[in-house]
């Protein structure tokens, strides 16, 4: 079949990739038909970036201070005028905050890497990704896509992280914010920090970003697949499933931030799924901060709610988190536990995140494989 001219062109074209000499049966270093003198140039390759929000690198009081300065200082988490936001944070929040939140994570801690639920799982998550997209199970630097993972806040910062996959000669990489429902707060400030480190860049790789996936099926699938496990699991029926998504100033709905009707479209997707009604699974918010109006009704309210009306056996399912972290395990596996006995509740477990499971790696290769075509 005769092909249009330019079409032929396009097909024609080559990626910037080095090519074998006949002889030698090995990669060039260097472009084809490069000046014998020209600096070596690696393979040029594709990454793919796994981002979440961030954690301290310990539980100490001036571990926890740094990461919470680095994330309160971010105009996405908190936009309040600098002239107010800044003395307090400085002068009140980071004297007295760090000493709590490291108590927090302290109950978390994981002994055995010495590092935070989140740090350990979502490098388990890059790990299981990267042996799945390899199928000699290994990823070696030959291997033509690299996937690496960063955080917004603390190490690994994502300006190391693009660093270094440039360096390993990724000209083209996928940003994969591992929030699935967006937000400007989140999502928007890992594209913001990603723009930001490749303004330092003097060769900057072409970047695509992955849009959120609150609704995307695999997801849908995955919450509902670790959600009946853990549920057989337990030696309780559950009376009811709370679903609770980190909260947000109502002021940000109004402005135009989609993360309340992403959740809340998640919600309704997982309990079709599920076959639970709205009574049996509401939707509620959690981690509250700050004197403004949040979205509603709260997790804590929620808690009490199902305690006052009778329910017995209660779990609290988190989907907004691929990830256990501090707001996972301490603030609803314990916390919410404690504030539901109290209420007069017998049986509370909270539903784990996705974590490292198959699913969530089925779930990812899926969201890598849609947003790399064209590129591979």
Known sequence: MNMPTKDKEFADARPLAPTAPASSGQPSAVKPHAPADHPALPTAKIGVLLVNLGTPEGTDKKSVRKYLKEFLSDR?????????????????????????????????????????????????????????????????????????????????????????????????????????????????????????????????????????????????????????????SNDFQADRVILSFHGLPERYFREGDPYHCHCAKTARLLREKMGWSDNFAPLAFQSQFGPEKWLGPSTDEEIERAASEGVKRLAVITPGFVADCIETLEEIAMEGADTFREAGGEAFTAIPCLNDTPEMTTLLEKLVARELKGWC
Request: net charge positive; with cysteine.
């Open 76 to 232: 996405r988490v908190v936009d309040y005028p600098r002239l107010l936001w800044m003395p307090l944070l400085h002068g009140i929040i980071l004297n007295t905050r760090p000493a709590k939140t490291g108590r927090a994570y302290a109950k978390i801690w994981r002994e055995d890497t010495n590092e935070s639920p989140l740090r350990f799982f979502t490098r388990a998550q890059a790990d299981h990704l990267t042996k799945a997209l390899h199928p000699d199970q290994r990823q070696t630097d030959d291997s033509p896509l690299v996937i690496d993972w960063a955080m917004r806040y603390g190490v690994p910062s994502i300006a190391d992280r693009l660093s270094v996959l440039t360096e390993k000669g990724c000209t083209r990489i996928l940003i994969l914010p591992l929030y699935p429902q967006y937000s400007a707060t989140t999502t928007g400030t890992v594209n913001d920090e990603v723009f930001r480190s490749l303004m330092a860049m003097a060769w900057q790789p072409a970047v695509r970003t992955v849009p959120a996936f609150h609704d995307e099926p695999a997801y849908i699938d995955a919450l509902a697949a670790v959600t009946r496990r853990h549920l057989a």
